[in-house]
């Protein structure tokens, strides 16, 4: 039985999404030669911020701690009366030997670093034809990008979430009275407005043991050759995209618009 993704979000999965790639990077185009994907670190990415995000466990008060020490001895005393567990939960608290304020730090460098090391996230946009990304993550649209499919990505190969990254001004507060799925929306799928224009979506495996995911060739959609890639390298994409994804993949060309800062896609094949 398939792993069904999980999402936080009520954001429908777009249909298809898109992976701007270096035609150049031997890694990169095993997308296309191994239908491969890998899965990185977020200390990987180039938003110094992404995964860094810490939980703010010294900002909670007293009674959120004193609360946690109630739920934590109610789950290890299920034989007392409710006023023993509460007389035990304000003793525990009082002496500082559970939760207490005076005890919580901010999230510690090397509890980031375990997060950074069990999870693997893959990205992708919702647009295809970004001037700014086909020159900061297609080689400076000597690549290509790649279509993958939506339902396939979500449904087919094990991942635990899949959302859209959510933009904002002001830096997340995570707090450490938060559910666990909460704290984790916010540590890896919350990105300054500066990175608006992306429009991405992530998807995350969790406890990752294998950062390369090889997926089938019917969920990559289709395939566009950047606008600044010479010619010798056009005829061996569209060679290997032919032989690896079969002669129906859609491949289009990005040409500079004649009147206006955009791209235009045209079909060649």
Not at 136 to 143: I, L, P, V
Not at 191 to 218: G, M
């Amino acid at each position: 039985m398939k792993k069904k993704i999980s999402r936080i979000t009520n954001e429908p999965i777009p249909s298809e999404l898109f992976k701007y790639r270096d035609w150049n990077n031997r890694y990169h185009k095993r997308l296309i030669t191994k239908c491969e994907i890998y899965l990185p670190k977020p200390s990987d990415f180039n938003d110094p911020f992404d995964g860094n995000i810490p939980i703010r466990w010294d900002k909670m008060t007293y009674q959120d701690c004193l609360q946690k020490n109630l739920e934590f001895i109610n789950i290890i005393n299920v034989y007392k009366n409710q006023k023993q567990v509460i007389a035990y939960a304000k003793k525990v608290t009082d002496d500082k030997t559970l939760w207490h304020p005076e005890k919580l730090n901010k999230e510690r460098p090397e509890l980031i670093e375990k997060w950074d090391s069990i999870i693997g996230l893959f990205s992708l946009s919702e647009i295809r034809d970004s001037i700014l990304m086909w020159s900061h993550y297609a080689s400076n649209h000597t690549g290509f990008v790649a279509g993958l499919s939506g339902p396939a990505l979500a449904n087919n190969y094990g991942f635990d979430y899949f959302e859209p990254i959510h933009y904002q001004k002001d830096y997340p507060f995570i707090d450490g009275n938060e559910d666990n799925t909460s704290q984790f929306h916010k540590k890896f799928f919350y990105k300054s407005n500066d990175w608006k224009y992306e429009k991405e979506w992530r998807l995350s495996k969790n406890h990752i043991l294998n950062r390369k995911i090889q997926i089938e060739p019917e969920s990559i959609t289709q395939i566009i050759i950047g606008c600044k890639m010479d010619n010798k390298s056009i005829k061996d994409l569209i060679k290997k995209s032919k032989r690896y994804l079969g002669d129906k993949i859609p491949i289009f060309k990005a040409n500079k618009h004649e009147e206006g800062f955009k791209l235009d896609l045209d079909k060649i094949n």
